[in-house]
């Protein structure tokens, strides 16, 4: 899309409203930040080795928060927030330029799909035909395969100055995955300090597939990923989780975390349990989980996760209509990353919080399914909602 018509959809769309989310509760900061006006940034964020230039767009609330996304896999790039004396710094991990994202093997930030987390082996069946995926975490397929959403480049349509859309079609046997599915995730930041994704998904008529998007976002809330996340006080609301075999694959098990390391029912430091002599945590190195979020009856976006950083007073809460939250600790950040000013982003340098359906859930049929079938629209919201104290 040419910067002019870009510029033209910004104008005729400048009346978007966000009354569809002024049912969140806001969360204001002490002071009041000058308010974001005309357009978002787009600027170019390098191009990718066949030669296609991407962008950034810069969404701005109010109050100062800052999103940058990138149309290429749909990716958050960089999101500010204050700490508690008012102080912006840049609270997810990523690079500099696109040629690093298309390198880079850690999902920073992306849009991860078709199907994000693992299947076993690579393989399920689906109205009783087998499915192989590529093979690209150990024995098994890891979100999406070698180039999954997050590595491909994404139709782009700005809002509003603080909203975007990114769409993308998979065709049929894209990374041996079923049906032409139709992808869209809006991202928005609103006055309420929320960054809201907002996800969509047609698949075309004629086959069925099966589905699990979600955000690789890794944060760190000091604002300095040269500080661990163990400090970080965490809290789950989900009183179950899926353990996993040696290859980070459940076998069905819904087990209580009560009595465990895996217990976030009440705010604990990330780094009080984690080198504790527990099975879980030999296994996935670290916490590498999904956590079943406890949800009642009918609600649809449910209390998931919140995080506290103590020395900055940084807080995130989570909300989901989704029926899981994978927790990772990190624990395979080994300094070979290279970020954003050619930083080294070390081990458990950030936390990731991914809201999705549970991992290899096409060959757990107890599980949530996540088959889409063809003809129909699947629709996900997540909140990400900043404040301090």
């Known amino acids: 899309m040419k910067r002019s018509t870009l510029a033209l959809s910004l104008a005729l769309n400048m009346a978007f409203s966000l009354a569809c989310h002024a049912a969140s509760r806001p969360v204001p900061y002490p002071d009041s930040r000058s308010s974001a006006a005309g357009s978002p940034g787009i600027t170019s964020f390098g191009k990718t080795s066949e030669g296609a230039e991407m962008q950034l767009y810069t969404l701005k609330n109010k109050h100062g928060l800052e999103a940058r996304v990138t149309n290429f896999g749909a990716t958050l790039v960089s999101l500010k927030t204050p700490d508690r004396n008012g102080q912006f710094a840049d609270i997810v991990l990523g690079y500099d330029d696109v040629a ?197 009856k009918g609600e649809k976006l449910a209390r998931a996760a919140e995080v506290y950083e103590p020395t900055s007073g940084r807080v995130m809460e989570v909300e989901t209509t989704q029926p899981g939250i994978q927790f990772y600790s990190g624990n395979f950040l080994d300094g070979t990353a290279k970020g954003k000013g050619g930083l080294a982003y070390n081990y458990r340098s950030a936390l990731c919080l991914e809201t999705q359906h549970f991992p290899d859930s096409p060959n757990h049929p107890a599980f949530p399914t996540t088959t889409l079938k063809g003809g129909q629209r699947f629709t996900s919201s997540t909140v990400f909602r900043f404040s301090a104290r």
């Open 100 to 296: 690093a994202y298309e390198k880079g093997t850690f999902f920073f930030g992306g849009t991860i799909g078709r199907y994000g987390n693992r299947i076993a082996k690579g393989t399920f069946n689906l109205n009783g035909q087998t499915y192989h995926l590529p093979i690209n975490d150990g024995a098994n397929s890891l979100h999406g395969g070698v180039k999954g959403f997050n590595k491909v480049v994404w139709d782009a349509k700005p809002l509003s100055a603080q909203s975007g859309e990114f769409s993308y079609t998979s065709k049929d046997g894209e990374e041996g995955y079923p049906g032409t599915l139709a992808v869209t995730v809006t991202y928005t930041l609103t006055d309420s300090n929320e960054l809201r994704l907002d996800y969509t998904a047609e698949e075309a008529p004629g086959k069925d597939t099966v589905l699990n998007l979600t955000n690789h976002s890794y944060f760190n809330f000091t604002g300095n990923p040269q500080n661990t996340i163990l400090q970080h006080d965490l809290t789950l609301f989900a009183s179950k989780f899926t353990p996993v075999d040696s290859g980070l694959i459940p076998p069905g098990e819904l087990r209580p975390v009560k009595g465990t390391p895996f217990d976030f029912t009440t705010a604990t430091a990330v780094g009080a349990r984690i080198g504790h002599d527990d099975e879980q945590l030999k296994l996935g190195k670290g916490y590498d989980h999904n956590f079943v979020i406890d949800r009642t």
